[in-house]
Nanobody
Framework: QVQLRESGPGLVLPSQTLSLTCTVS??????????WAWIRQPPGKGLEWIGH???????AYKSSLKSRAAISRDTSNNQLFLELNSVTPEDSAVYFC??????????????WGQGTQVTVSS
């Protein structure tokens, strides 16, 4: 049974860096074909894909966030990380990590963490 769990500070100061961890249990983040994504949902808005890291370690990002976001991983501890620099209140959202299969014709995320609320405020 594969499970994903997000963790990190719930409050971040404007202009600082948002840092989150996704711990994966019951499966390996290096398993063939899987892509591991960070997705967020601001209050009252839809889901926004931030970016992903593949099972081989390749990354991709939403163009508007590319300059501020960085996704990395620790394969030994089966963890994924998100760093989002220079945050503003518009970055306040519930942040999820999720899994898809890169061989699928559409990136349907079939496995999600519970999400963690991050508020950017002074």
């Amino acid at each position: 049974q594969v499970q994903l769990r997000e963790s990190g500070p719930g409050l971040v100061l404007p202009s600082q860096t948002l840092s989150l961890t996704c711990t994966v249990s019951g499966g390996s983040i290096t398993a063939s074909s899987h892509y591991w994504a960070w997705i967020r949902q601001p209050p009252g808005k839809g889901l926004e894909w931030i970016g992903h890291i593949t099972y081989t370690g390749n990354t991709a990002y939403k163009s508007s966030l590319k300059s501020r976001a960085a996704i990395s991983r620790d394969t030994s501890n089966n963890q994924l990380f998100l760093e989002l620099n220079s945050v503003t209140p518009e970055d306040s959202a519930v942040y999820f990590c999720a899994r898809t299969d890169g061989t699928w014709s559409q990136y349907i995320y079939d496995l999600w963490g519970q999400g963690t609320q991050v508020t950017v405020s002074s």
